[in-house]
């Protein structure tokens, strides 16, 4: 991965524990962050005295590296927001400019915590589908904006792929969101999820409370074990 490919956009704790309906339970798992980017989630809740560990090939670049490619993309990002406005509800983000102002705060969160965190192993160069841990290494895993919604460019069989090395590793599995950049269901989810049912796994959607993109109403959970 080239730096100049990435387009970094993290998201909030408060968005993190919504789109996943995450509980007080939940949060004193021990959790892997997949794809988690320049999100503050792991800063957060590592203040709190949380157990995670983010992984995204965006970790192979130090903190001074990311924050100028931040500078670089985020109005081209809000250019394409304000162009496709239609496409979001805004009730709980108020308008184009208070998400701009949640997404650059939580990305600011991030970068302070991140070289420190780096150096105590919370954040990891990784990518799916094979992931540096042992077996059943954290209760609850989760994968956001990565897994359906690049449908485009994420075949089937890496779908696949990626939620069994996430089973291999976690109890439990999280995706969100299950629609494509579009805003329709992945055309993966029924043979993913038929996949993951013949691996003898227990799968299901659950509706969640966090709102921003339309259609983007629930999460695929996996018990794994």
């Known amino acids: 991965m ?7 956009w993290g998201r909030s704790f408060a968005e993190y524990t919504e789109m996943f309906s995450l509980s007080e339970n939940d949060l004193n798992k021990t959790l892997l962050g997949c794809g988690d980017g320049p999100a503050c989630f792991n800063a957060d809740l590592s203040k709190n005295g949380g157990s995670i560990i983010s992984i995204d090939p965006l970790y192979q670049f130090n903190a001074e590296q990311i924050a100028t490619r931040i500078d670089e ?4 990002v809000m250019e394409q927001v304000s162009r496709n406005e239609n496409d979001f509800i805004w009730t709980t ?6 998400l701009g102002q949640i997404r650059m705060e939580a990305m600011k969160r991030f970068l302070t915590d991140y070289e420190t965190g780096k150096k105590s192993g919370r954040y990891i160069q990784a990518s799916l589908p094979t992931l540096p841990f ?9 994968c956001s904006h990565y897994l359906f919604l690049y449908s485009d460019h994420i075949s089937q069989e890496q779908h696949i792929l990626s939620l069994k090395e996430l089973c291999r590793i976690a109890h439990e599995v999280r995706v969100y969101p299950l ?10 989810l029924k043979a993913v999820t038929s996949a993951l049912k013949d691996n003898h796994v227990q799968v299901s959607y659950e509706s ?3 709102q921003f993109q339309k259609g983007a109403t629930e999460m695929l959970v996996i018990k794994c074990t």
Do not use: D, M, R, T
Request: glycine share 2%.
């Open 93 to 98: 983000i108020k308008s184009v400019e208070a």
């Open 73 to 76: 993309v985020y109005p081209q």
């Open 134 to 142: 042992e077996k059943n290494a954290f209760e609850l895993a989760l």
């Open 179 to 188: 629609v494509s950049l579009e805003g329709k269901k992945s055309p993966h």
């Open 2 to 8: 080239k730096l100049s490919e990435v387009i970094p």
């Open 208 to 210: 969640v409370q966090y």
